[in-house]
Structure formats: structure tokens, C-alpha cells
């Protein structure tokens, strides 16, 4: 079955700056990877996904790239701010089900 | 639409006792997923359904673990008997896989402390 490692588990970076979060997969059939953001107490909740035919896709302040051929794929989240503190989990996903990656917290400081 | 609806959204119980989760997927959605969110495991797939049909079952830590679907608007996790290590928050989620976008939405989740 599918394999989805993150890192790193933690990253506290100053608000206004960069975050970059990583996953790597083990199932090249894998087609659909998703990026859920859970704030404490709170269900998952899809902010970005991308498919296996595209490469890059982006949605104001966040973007996610993927490299299929090193089944690779990140989150890069540009000007954070404090509200985007959140543990954040990668997917993949094979034969329609979804597996998470552990979960990045992330902190943002003002 | 609602979301996906799961009740109750906690529960205590004492170690020994049965718990019965329940989970009402998105109207028109045909699959459903049980995860167990822990800090150590994290989010792990405990059973997922297929038109009300047990697909994967792989994930159900133990025989005291049971999942039905009896229709396509309701699904339970059953524990029965419960130990203080089944204490989690337990999300259902659905999805309708199209050509375009897999729509997996989760539950507000169940929060289950076991004393």
C-alpha cells in the first residue's frame, strides 16, 4: 500500500516569512495528492490539492509543486501569518483512499 | 448539505463498556472512511466503504473493532469492550470520486476518552 512520509514535524518560522512543508510517496499509481490544514481541536480541512498531470498549482499565498519522477511533492506558504499556525498533513492517495503523511506543526510568530 | 455529521462529538466511558460512533456521510457521496487520530499514530485509516460495502478493513486495530453500513446515509464504529488505549478522536469522512476533484470532506470527529 501507500506510503507518505512529511517533514519536517515541527517548523516555527516570523510572521511575514516562508514555509516550506515535504512529502515523499511510495506508490507510483498514486494520482492525487491533497494538503489538509487541522487547527487544534478542529477537523481536517482541504486548502490545496494538486493531480499527477500538473506540476505546480497555486492559490494566493500557497502553492504546491510535485515530482513525479522522485515521488516528491511540497506545500510552500508565502507571507505567513499568525492564522496560519495549524498542523498541516500531506496525502496520497491509492485506490481511492487517502493516506496521511504524520503532520507538520507549524508556528507562526508575530 | 450539512457536511458530514458524526455523532456524539464526546464521549466518556468506563474500560469494559461498548461505544457506538455514528456517522452520516455528504448526500450522493459513495465512499466513507473511518480514521483514529492519535498523537503518536496520528491519522490512520481504520475501514473504508464503497456503496455501503466494506472495502478495506485492513486499518481495524483488533476484533473489538467493528464498522457497519447499513445504508448509504449511515455508518457506525463499534468498540466493544473498550480499553484506555482506544481513547482518540475518531474522524469519518466522505468522498465521490469524479473525473475531476475527489471532494474527501471529514467530520467534526468524535472524541472518545476511555477511564
Known amino acids: 500500500g501507500e506510503n507518505v512520509e512529511q517533514h519536517p514535524s515541527t517548523l516555527s518560522v516570523q510572521e511575514g516569512d516562508s514555509a516550506v512543508i515535504k512529502c515523499t510517496y511510495s506508490?507510483?499509481?498514486?494520482?492525487?495528492f491533497p494538503w489538509y490544514k487541522q487547527e487544534l481541536g478542529k477537523r481536517p480541512q482541504l486548502i490545496i490539492d494538486?493531480?499527477?498531470?500538473?506540476g505546480e498549482k497555486k492559490d494566493q499565498r500557497i502553492a504546491v509543486t510535485l515530482n513525479k519522477t522522485a515521488k516528491h511533492f511540497s506545500l510552500h506558504i508565502t507571507e505567513t501569518q499568525p492564522e496560519d499556525s495549524a498542523v498541516y498533513f500531506c496525502?496520497?492517495?491509492?485506490?481511492?483512499?487517502?493516506?496521511f503523511g504524520q503532520g507538520t506543526i507549524l508556528t507562526v510568530h508575530p | 448539505d450539512a457536511g458530514v455529521i458524526q455523532s456524539p462529538r464526546h464521549e466518556v466511558t468506563e474500560m469494559g463498556q461498548e461505544v457506538t460512533l455514528r456517522c452520516k456521510p455528504i448526500?450522493?457521496?459513495?465512499?466513507l472512511f473511518w480514521y483514529r487520530q492519535t498523537m503518536m499514530r496520528g491519522l490512520e485509516l481504520l475501514i473504508y466503504?464503497?456503496?455501503?460495502?466494506?472495502?478495506?478493513d485492513s486499518g481495524m486495530p483488533e476484533d473489538r473493532f467493528s464498522a457497519k453500513m447499513p445504508n448509504a446515509s449511515f455508518s457506525t464504529l463499534k468498540i466493544q469492550p473498550s480499553e484506555p488505549r482506544d481513547s482518540a478522536v475518531y474522524f469519518c469522512?466522505?468522498?465521490?470520486?469524479?473525473?475531476?476533484?475527489?471532494?474527501?470532506?471529514f467530520g467534526s470527529g468524535t472524541r472518545l476518552t476511555v477511564v
Open positions: 496525502a496520497g492517495t491509492s485506490y481511492g483512499k487517502l493516506t
Open positions: 448526500s450522493g457521496h459513495d465512499y
Open positions: 494538486i493531480r499527477s498531470n500538473v
Open positions: 506508490d507510483s499509481a498514486s494520482n492525487y
Open positions: 469522512a466522505s468522498s465521490l470520486q469524479t473525473g475531476s476533484s475527489y471532494g474527501y470532506t
Open positions: 466503504f464503497n456503496n455501503n460495502v466494506p472495502i478495506d
